[in-house]
T-cell receptor
Framework: GEDVEQSLFLSVREGDSSVINCTYT??????LYWYKQEPGAGLQLLTY?????DMKQDQRLTVLLNKKDKHLSLRIADTQTGDSAIYFC????????????FGSGTRLQVQP | ETGVTQTPRHLVMGMTNKKSLKCEQH?????MYWYKQSAKKPLELMFV???????ENNSVPSRFSPECPNSSHLFLHLHTLQPEDSALYLC??????????????FGPGTRLTVL
């Protein structure tokens, strides 16, 4: 079955790097996504990575994928207070369901 | 502004009421989705529509009834709900059924409280 797991909480100081981790079980996952949810708002797509890639960098964001271990991480460099939010990992399989399976979300708290 | 709007943003209803949630997208997308986000569970997919046809019903109780009159609008009709149905209901759309770069864009959600 499909399962996506994340740690619930991460606290960092402003200016440090944040690393949010995610594990998934579906080996047929083709694309993996990171979404951000700020209080009172819907989900905003941050970045995605195709399963044949190991790494993707987009400005302050770096996504690392270890397909063998089914482990995905999101690194945020120079974390700012505006990065405080809940971050969701999501995946979609090659076949089967037509929508994303989400993790439970990691709440990132950035302290000044 | 993501191009996906939801109304109302907040809704309080009794267990015997009937209400509807509305979602509208101005992105020209062909697929629309309802998700439920509660405090104790990850985001749960409820319904998927593609070109106004329901393609997935994820074992949702019949007290939730979706309607997709055209590719820009999606409704969720609610009747005789239970307090455990209190949650944030999120609508999303994508160009085609989700996958690859056809990812989903989310609305801000409707915060539903059932008394």
């Amino acid at each position: 079955g499909e399962d996506v797991e994340q740690s619930l909480f991460l606290s960092v100081r402003e200016g440090d790097s944040s690393v949010i981790n995610c594990t998934y079980t579906d080996s047929s996952s083709t694309y993996l996504y990171w979404y951000k949810q700020e209080p009172g708002a819907g989900l905003q797509l941050l970045t995605y990575i195709f399963s044949n890639m190991d790494m993707k960098q987009d400005q302050r964001l770096t996504v690392l994928l270890n397909k063998k271990d089914k482990h995905l991480s999101l690194r945020i460099a120079d974390t700012q207070t505006g990065d405080s939010a809940i971050y969701f990992c999501a995946e979609i399989p090659y076949t089967g369901r037509r929508a994303l399976t989400f993790g439970s979300g990691t709440r990132l708290q950035v302290q000044p | 502004e993501t191009g996906v709007t939801q109304t109302p943003r907040h809704l309080v209803m009794g267990m015997t009421n009937k209400k509807s949630l509305k979602c509208e997208q101005h992105l020209g997308h062909n697929a629309m989705y309802w998700y439920k986000q509660s405090a104790k569970k990850p985001l749960e997919l409820m319904f998927v529509y593609s070109l106004e046809e329901r393609v997935e019903n994820n074992s949702v109780p019949s007290r939730f009834s979706p309607e997709c009159p055209n590719s820009s609008h999606l409704f969720l009709h609610l009747h005789t709900l239970q307090p455990e149905d209190s949650a944030l209901y999120l609508c999303a759309s994508s160009r085609q059924l989700a996958g690859g770069t056809d990812t989903q864009y989310f609305g801000p959600g409707t915060r539903l409280t059932v008394l």
